[in-house]
């Protein structure tokens, strides 16, 4: 299992969510000069901003601790959770999960409470590795038969969506707004 692989369950929960996420491909996003810092999830929504989520993954090891290390967070990665977060006051979430393991653990970690801690272990002098068990400080997210459920009193369930199938359905005497290619045949 690979990373894109997590990403792809995490998409299909936020889909179901009622959210549109979205992960442009790397070459499309060359093409266009999008590539620095790019999160690897735009999460649309008519209800509000668009949230960007970057995934993570940790592998388990054979070792006492698990733990994740902040500086496979790139410079420009940061750069780009903090521009949507801080300076366009939007909703960014830095996803870690592990790939393996029985149960898969996973976290969808708002991205400013993710700096709030790595500035508190700082003032605390504390080494930049972030133990897994100080992970579930953060709503875990629940793997329930091959899929990832949003747990209540998670911040993604703070965020409202209208559900897909809502969208579409033609409200009555509504007009439509674009032109219908095949109609006009």
Same mark, same amino acid.
Request: proline letters at 6%.
């Given at each position: ?62 070792? #006492? ?66 133990? #897994? ?16 459920? #949003? ?35």
């Amino acid at each position: 299992m690979h990373e894109s692989e997590l990403r792809q369950e995490i998409k299909r929960m936020l889909d179901k969510r009622g959210f549109w996420a979205y992960h442009p491909p790397d070459d499309i996003a060359k093409r266009i000069g999008f590539v620095s810092g790019r999160p690897d999830m735009f999460v649309l929504n008519p209800q509000c901003k668009t949230v960007i989520v970057e995934m993570k993954t940790f592998e388990p090891k054979a070792r #006492i601790e698990e733990w994740f290390d902040p500086a496979e967070i790139s410079d420009a990665q940061r750069d780009f959770l903090d521009r949507w977060v801080y300076d366009a006051e939007g909703k960014g979430f830095l996803g870690i999960g592990t790939l393996v393991g029985n149960p898969r653990r996973m976290w969808m970690v708002p991205w400013n409470e993710w700096v709030e801690m790595e500035v508190r272990l700082a003032t605390e002098g504390l080494k930049f590795q972030i133990k #897994i068990s100080d992970l579930p400080t953060f709503t875990e997210l629940i793997w329930n038969k091959g899929e990832w459920k #949003i747990p209540i009193g998670h911040p993604l369930n703070e965020i409202e969506v209208t559900y897909h199938e809502l969208l579409w359905k033609k409200k009555p005497n509504a007009k439509a707004y674009s032109f219908r290619f095949e109609e006009s045949k």
